[in-house]
């Protein structure tokens, strides 16, 4: 192989974040975002799985447990790497559950939730569910427009299924209601059922009102949480509800929320296809968050990746770094918690590593998912090794050499042919646009029911002309211009300027059908705006011109320049990866 | 239980399967790969200790054919390849979930007897197979 191939294979790979336009050190400070304390922490777990930790709450008569050793772990690694403590609770609570941890069990006592057990592992005082933020969609709410609107209702209306005033003198609190048919078969889960709706519909009325597209998963989430302050959380319900023994009030209450928020009854596991209730994961998932602090947005988005697991996911608005879309890096979690699911669940090395490899098969551009997936699992080992960073890396390993490899050869070639520099950057940025757009078209025409023909990027660069500043005409993601023809259903729809002209004219005109026709390229626009993300394609090519002689900061440069939709924000990255390259070429003495 | 479809519905609790179709495809899955290990005499004596209800689905549970070309793989390997378990310990999950369902309407003899019949590598299993639901609030007393 070509000496100018190898310094490339080994310069683009030599650091985790060359192949990136993010700031992988920034991931670790005091901001708020802690992804990479995740990884960490999904590590530590799964060490204490393998030490034979058991990972189970029970009414065992000790003071603490194994999970709550196991949470003070994780909790502290997650503070180390950024995280503020009700955030690192959080993350904690629910890697804990995926990873097969029960989030309560016991009456009177010992009382054991997991959300609990995480916060005070965090030493932290507990919060109201009307303060937890959602996740931002650009936007946010919060759990408040769930509580207020049932706090309304309790004012205005008599929910409870009786009068009261008509219970005996001295039992409030007792089991004569709790653990009684008064309590489990009428006031719990009836009452509970009628608030969890009334807080879901509010939540997805404000989501609405707040400009945003009401998510789903999380409007039925905190609506139950919210809903679990008031009643009975931890209550066996009647026969009618459920099982005793297997069936508590946060899955009842669930139900009605998730048939309030039209969610699928039944939600399956990425990569698996493991079938799982709507109704428990949305109980469970809420018990937590009621009991584990006051997260920010950030631990909300933190949150909520953690969750993407879920197959449905990016449907419903559970996280949004699983697929199909390649997100910012920051948001990454996904392939830890899955992995830790499935170490939880005591599976193999070699079955995780075929796994991660098939749940990768969700995302719209699969080789850059699996080289962003790699390059966060190799970060992540700086911070904590581990048997699911180990896995991680076996199961992207190969695939990333594979596109990496290809992509040198390709960039040698070209140039060595007699293309310029600059005619292979834009080669091969039209090709990743053209790959955006096919893979967009196949799989939205699966998703909203068309027959997406193709989408054509017939323009795509920086400077749309909102903004003067120099600054958003030279890089893509701050001021993008796109113009893009689509044929759905043997219609074609060709836009000028679609992200600074057509798409909000169309919004705010209320132009139904323009939208619903936008929405088949939306994605495909957002994956241009993410192409930062995994900037491989770009990155090779300027390290095989730095090896081939080519000035490394010119190298730089001039690919920034010219793959100006690629490189849609500045990397001091790629200075350094071609510098490398240039380095390990007059270094070669084969 | 009255019927097998009563059966099913507890098999669906215990392994907590989202449709009764889950539960029914589990225990025709488990049964027909444990059938693969038996001989003919103690198929039939496997029928005779289980509950009447439940005969017809031992009898129907088969494992095709073609899922059963490996004469090295042992039960749980073959329970992954013919039930489509993505890990073999959620084929192992899948028998823990038939057997205890089984410890539920077996008499203590016919426990017994099913014990001595099926796998070796399966006993383990079967031992630990107490209580498969999640909530664990109960468990030492169960």
Redesign the interface.
Known sequence: MEKEIVATLRAVTAKPDFLTTEKFDAMLGGWGVFNLGIWAAANIIAKEIKKGKKL????SNEAFTDVDEIARKAVKRLIECGADPANAALATATLLYWAGV?VQ???PCPNRKLGAVARMAAGIPSGRVSSIPTEKLNNKISGFAATLAIYQALEKEHLAPFDPTLLPLGIGGSPFVGHSAIGEDHLFPKLGQKLARIGTRAMLKAYESAGMRPCRWMSALLATAATLEIIHPDAYVGEEYG?F??T?TPEVVAEAAVQEAAMP??IHIR???????TA?VIGDLAIILKDSGTPSVVGMIMFNEICSIIKEGAALGVGRAGGPLLLPLNHWVTAPSLALY?YG????EE??VS?LQKALDDYFQKEDAIVATNILARRAEYLERGPLTDAIIRATEPAMTNAITRRAIYAYTQMKEGKTFEDLLRDVQTRHINAIAEAVAKKMSTMLGKNIEYIRFLEVRPGAGRRKHKFAQKYFAFDAYIDVEVKIDGKVHRWENLLAKVAPEALLKGDKETMDAIASVGMAVTELLNSGACSMDVVVCACVAAAMGMDPKEAAERAAEVANVIISMPAPSLKKATQMASDIMKGLDF | MQNAGEYLKRVM?LG????LE?AKKTVLTVFGCIKVFLSERDIHRVNSILPEELQSLWQVSEIRREENNTSSEDCIGLLQRAGNY?????A??AIKVVFASLKEVLTADGLKEFVSLIPSSLREIFNSSGVC????????FL
């Open positions: 189970k709450l029970e009414v029960n069990c016991g009456i099982e023994l297997v508590r009854e039944v990569g698996t296809n493991e079938e799982l209730k428990k499935l669940r005591g599976a193999t079955e995780i796994i | 609790v907590d399967y989202c449709y889950s993505p890990y073999r310990a959620a192992e999950k639901v999640f909530d664990s609030s109960a468990e030492e």
